[in-house]
């Protein structure tokens, strides 16, 4: 039992490349987060889909786009990446429903120069 | 709009003493809320969950209250131990049917042995 997956684990891209983050969790969880943390930011949250094929902004959603692409997998897609994009972004995931708790994996170190 | 306020940013106390971080929150139409752990360049650990009709929850030297009419939390922590040192994050569950988790800064600890 992995529960939340990340890749890749760090990366670095020059300004206006595109690149997909992916993640996958294996405990059968309904709802999946993606985050970023930036220094004296916090956790924020981007996207998150409730339940697999639905998905809704968050409160930083500008520049990313999510798939669900199954109750498994939740991708987060550069498009065209701005230094700004630098962080460190993490997905989460949980049951459906306010009681639970969410389970966060490792993360993935961004860079864009 | 949810608003989390960690108080102190940082505490450093010497091994065995007893501390409570501090957890504020603006809006009081809260599910719950959760305390994790995060150490350097890791993710989030959930050390607790307290939903909104409870007043504590215990695990094992951590004891973490919520009084949501006053939109507070704390975080006790019993004969701290070295291995304590981390970073300790708030966050509140609200928005309806998307459980998002809205976070504080954190509280970086340091027990000296």
């Known amino acids: 039992n992995a529960g939340v997956t990340q890749t890749p684990k760090f990366q670095v891209l020059k300004t206006g490349q595109s690149m997909t983050l992916q993640c996958a969790q294996d405990?059968?969880?309904?709802?999946m987060y993606w985050y970023r943390q930036d220094p004296g930011m916090g956790l924020r949250l981007i996207y998150y889909?409730?339940?697999?094929?639905?998905?809704d902004k968050g409160e930083v959603p500008n520049g990313y786009n999510v798939s669900r692409l199954n109750k498994r997998e939740f991708s987060l897609r550069l498009e065209s990446a701005a230094p700004s994009q630098t962080s460190v972004y993490f997905c989460?995931?949980?049951?459906?429903?306010?009681?639970?708790?969410?389970?966060f994996g490792p993360g993935t170190r961004l860079t864009v120069t | 709009k949810q608003e989390v306020t960690q108080i102190p940013a940082a505490l450093s106390v010497p091994e065995g003493e007893n501390l409570v971080l501090n957890c504020s929150f603006t809006?009081?139409?809260?599910?719950?809320l959760q305390w994790f752990r995060q150490d350097p360049g890791k993710g989030l650990t959930s050390l607790l969950l307290?939903?909104?009709?409870?007043r504590e929850q215990t695990s094992g030297r951590l004891n973490a209250s919520l009084d949501k009419s006053s939109g507070r939390s704390t975080l006790y922590i019993a004969a701290s131990q070295p291995g304590d040192s981390a970073t300790y994050l708030c966050?509140?569950?609200?928005?309806?049917?998307?459980?998002?988790?809205?976070f504080g800064k954190g509280t970086k600890l340091s027990v000296i042995p």
């Open positions: 809006d009081s139409a809260i599910y719950n």
């Open positions: 307290i939903q909104s009709s409870q």
């Open positions: 966050a509140v569950c609200s928005g309806a049917g998307s459980y998002q988790l809205t």
């Open positions: 405990m059968n969880h309904n709802s």
């Open positions: 989460a995931s949980s049951p459906q429903g306010a009681i639970y708790e969410q389970y």
């Open positions: 889909s409730a339940s697999e094929g639905t998905t």
